[in-house]
C-alpha cells in the first residue's frame, strides 16, 4: 500500500499517518521528495480501512497494490 501526503502536509500530520500505523503493527519506509512525501506500507495491508487513511489531515490518496496470483 502506497500512502501519498498532499503537498502541504506538516510535519504533525506526517507522524499522526506514522503514528497511525505504528499502532496497528505495520512497518513502512517514507520517501520524501521535493513535493511529496510517499509511505509505503508493509504487512498484510487489508485489515487497513483506506477510507479511514484518507481522511486523516494531510492524506492526499492511497493506493492498493494488487496481489500477485
Known sequence: M???MKKTAGEDELQAVKQYL???DFDFHQ???ANRTIIGVIGETQTIRRDELRGLPGV???FKI???E
Open 2 to 4: 502506497l500512502i501519498v
Open 22 to 24: 505504528v499502532e496497528r
Open 31 to 33: 520517501s520524501t521528495g
Open 60 to 62: 492526499l490518496e492511497v
Open 66 to 68: 494488487p496481489e500477485e
